[in-house]
């Protein structure tokens, strides 16, 4: 049987895009899961980057710093500049600003989403806690940039493809987004969209900025639906359009004819990575296709499809044992999760199957290099808002 007519399960192929999202009742789904959560949130207060020194950072407290994941100590030259080592995340590097980051991005989407699967106003008063902690209050909030972000010791102080780093603000923005239609009275939307307009600036003028956005592999992906996505909340139509560019100009050389993912496929950590960037990919398509532009079948000449690298993939989400290649060099147990790409392939693509086997999936991993490389956790916020 030929791989691309590969069918996971029952249902197999439905029609239209509004037959499958009406068949999925996410709220239904997931309220358990949300107010299990967003009720354990209302109880931590907010916490951004301030409460954090970075001792090796160039900068102040109110700008952001981390260090790289794979790049060690040189046991040759213990104090000289670090030497990478692909996929061996380095335990004692600084994170505790990116793990502030992803904090945020896991409690603030979990308390939009309970309040509108509820309506109750105390999980979107806390929600704009954390808001006014991260964006407005001059005491606490985060500066605009990320000039400091992984940093590699004795070689730089920052690197553009640490703009990777804020992928997790992607879900806050949309929880903005939300929040603020039900809720546009509340002083704090204004200058939290300020905040993020000020960093949408700074992602597509900067020198760092713009590394991020040319790189090829997953770190361009990202790049693409972090600027969709603030350019949404923002109201930057330009930026939307670059970020669809973007995704256009990307397809063609991650993958592949067979809609493989060669330059994920490449490196020591190959599943994660080709579901990392898959889920990102399926997020641009559902963020930035439009009914003349549809990224999910674009392709370029020789190339596949944000279609095609689904289908690939999907059997190896279904089973994991199938995969043809070596288990990645770091954890290989905890995937996989409950990938986004299938959900909006699901819906996208009329497939009922990509949608049984999105269910089946675990919504809440714990493993903390599982959550880093899965920043899109509440549905609610992308389908039914």
């Not at 992602?203 to 040319?214: F, H, V, Y």
């Not at 067979?258 to 898959?278: I, M, V, W």
Request: net charge neutral; proline share 7%.
């Amino acid at each position: 049987m030929n791989r691309r007519d590969f069918c996971l399960g029952t249902a197999g192929v439905v029609g239209a895009f509004g037959t499958s999202a009406q068949a999925l009742d996410l709220a239904a789904i997931d309220r358990g899961r949300i107010l299990k959560a967003a009720d354990r949130y209302l109880a931590e207060r907010p916490v951004t980057i301030t409460a954090f020194a970075a001792e090796r950072s160039p900068a102040g407290p109110h700008d952001y710093y981390s260090e790289a994941d794979y790049w060690w100590p040189n046991s040759a030259h213990p104090a000289g500049p670090y030497v990478r080592k692909d996929g061996f995340s380095n335990p004692d590097k600084f994170t505790a600003h990116r793990d502030a980051v992803i904090r945020l991005g896991v409690q603030l989407p979990a308390l939009a989403a309970a309040y509108q699967v509820t309506g109750q106003a105390h999980y979107a008063e806390h929600a704009e806690k954390h808001l006014q902690a991260w964006f407005v209050s001059p005491k606490t909030k985060m500066n605009p940039h990320l000039e400091h972000a992984q940093a590699i010791i004795g070689v730089n102080t920052g690197r553009g493809i640490g703009v990777i780093d804020t992928l997790h603000l992607v879900e806050v923005a949309r929880a903005v987004s939300v929040l603020r239609a039900a809720r546009p009275k509340a002083a704090v939307y204004a200058p939290t969209v300020a905040w993020f307009d000020a960093y949408l600036t700074w992602m597509t003028t900067s020198a760092k900025g713009i590394d991020e956005r040319n790189q090829k592999n997953n770190h361009g992906s990202c790049w693409a639906l972090q600027a969709a996505e603030f350019a949404k909340l923002t109201h930057r139509p330009v930026e939307l359009d670059v970020a669809r560019g973007r995704i256009k100009a990307l397809v063609p050389g991650q993958i592949a004819a067979d809609g493989s993912q060669p330059l994920e496929l490449a490196r020591t950590k190959p599943y994660g990575y080709c579901l990392f960037n898959l889920d990102v990919l399926a997020a641009c398509a559902h963020v930035l296709s439009t009914p003349g532009d549809d990224l999910w079948t674009f392709k370029g000449q020789t190339g596949g499809s944000i279609a095609d690298a689904l289908a690939w993939m999907a059997p190896f989400i279904a089973d994991k044992t199938t995969w043809p290649r070596p288990p990645d060099v770091e954890a290989w147990d905890g995937w996989p999760v409950r990938q986004p790409s299938l959900l909006f392939g699901g819906l996208a693509l009329g497939r009922t199957d990509y949608l049984d086997l999105w269910k089946r999936l675990d919504p809440d991993p714990t493993d903390a290099e599982i959550v880093r490389n899965y920043p899109l956790r509440q549905p609610v916020l992308w389908i039914d808002a």
